[in-house]
């Protein structure tokens, strides 16, 4: 055993979604794995390499490092940058064949100080439709792609925008709305004489639920791991008999790392919040809020150790935080103890950490300490 904390990531269930994904958006359709922010936490360079070879046509990131460590690990296909670029890291993007999101008039400006001559750069332009994130649409529309059409070396490769309210509710009006003003942006740039080669709108969600918001690229994310991206986008896809099946993708270990007898009344952690109410066994198990395990959890939270559900008593710590394995035959230091995924018939799933947390299944495991190895298995 090399690690003490470890992710398994399963190879076969992550092939197994994209190629649902895949055929569920059929020949016309390309598909983005988002990659952003580690994969969700399950690992950028170890879930890339495996979404490449299952088919994913485009990767996302959030910034110019990431898609970087993708072009220095092999990945040749295209990457578009998500997040907002700095002007400073730009000639980072032409440089590693980097496509970028473009919505400030202030990029436009830092283009053209770059002078582009043999290499050039590859944009998006955001349509805002009513997420009020990133974006520009009307007039500032017009205007961004009229500046952009006279920056030498600046390709207009595509257009996109983001739904706000697709997945939070079966009531979908909301996006259609934005559905049609993001058809009205791409009137906008036709207009101005530009039909871009790549249109995607289209979350995880709206992969799912609707196929209008295709076009010919769509962005999956959360349920590429395996996660629904709701309980809302799970009911409305059983009630249309969507025949989509999706299987988580991480399992999150540790191991046992002491065993104590206490007797009954015994105190256990910080601020004595923790009490066993009989003579009982506790393991001591080396994982905490630094490691991505949501202090939320304290007395509420369960892990499984040989297959039996084990609750958590007494605060989580920084690195560590105990469970009562008083029933569980046999356990010994070193078992392994899973934190999120299966282990025999028992399940602790993101969904149930996200709503003993008050949280959603994105945070559970995205924020995982990017320290801790991923293991493909």
């Not at 257009?159 to 009006?173: G, K, P, V």
Request: charged share 25%; with cysteine.
């Amino acid at each position: 055993m090399k690690h003490k904390i470890w992710v398994e990531i399963s190879k076969s269930a992550l092939a197994k979604n994209v190629r649902a994904f895949r055929n569920h958006v059929g020949k016309q359709t390309s598909v983005m794995a988002v990659v952003k922010s580690n994969a969700y936490g399950h690992g950028l360079i170890e879930t890339a390499r495996i979404a490449d070879s299952a088919g994913a046509s485009w990767f996302g990131v959030d910034n110019v490092d990431e898609g970087i460590a993708l072009r220095k690990n092999g990945i040749k296909k295209p990457i578009l940058v998500l997040g907002y670029t700095l002007n400073s890291r730009l000639k980072d993007c032409v440089d590693h064949g980097l496509s970028f999101v473009v919505y400030n008039i202030e990029t436009v400006r830092a283009l053209r100080l770059l002078k582009l001559k043999s290499r050039s750069a590859f944009v998006h332009i955001k349509i805002e439709t009513g997420t009020t994130r990133q974006g520009v649409s009307g007039a500032d529309l017009s205007r961004l792609v009229r500046e952009l059409k006279k920056t030498k070396g600046v390709v207009i490769e595509g257009a996109s925008t983001h739904f706000a309210n697709i997945e939070d509710t079966s009531d979908h009006s909301y996006a259609e709305e934005q559905l049609q003003k993001f058809r009205d942006g791409l009137s906008i740039m036709a207009k101005e004489g530009i039909d871009p080669l790549w249109k995607h709108a289209a979350c995880s969600a709206a992969t799912v639920l609707f196929p209008d918001t295709y076009f010919n690229l769509v962005r999956l994310g959360i349920s590429m791991y395996g996660l629904w991206s709701s309980k809302e986008t799970l009911v409305v896809a059983r009630k249309e008999h969507c025949t989509l099946d999706i299987v988580p993708v991480m399992t999150w270990k540790t191991v046992v790392a002491q065993i104590k007898r206490v007797t009954k009344g015994t105190s256990v952690g910080y601020g004595l919040t923790g009490r066993v109410t009989r003579a009982s066994r506790i393991a001591v198990i080396p994982v905490g809020y630094w490691d991505g395990y949501d202090r939320g959890l304290s007395n509420i939270g369960a892990v499984l150790v040989r297959g039996k559900r084990c609750r958590i008593v007494g605060r989580i710590c920084m690195n560590m935080f105990m469970v009562d394995v008083t029933d569980v035959k046999n356990v010994r230091v070193e078992d392994e103890v899973v934190l999120l995924g299966a282990q025999g018939r028992e399940n602790v799933s993101a969904e149930n950490i996200a709503r003993d947390t008050g949280t959603i299944n994105y945070e559970i495991v995205t924020r995982i300490n990017p320290q801790i190895s991923r293991i493909v298995v």
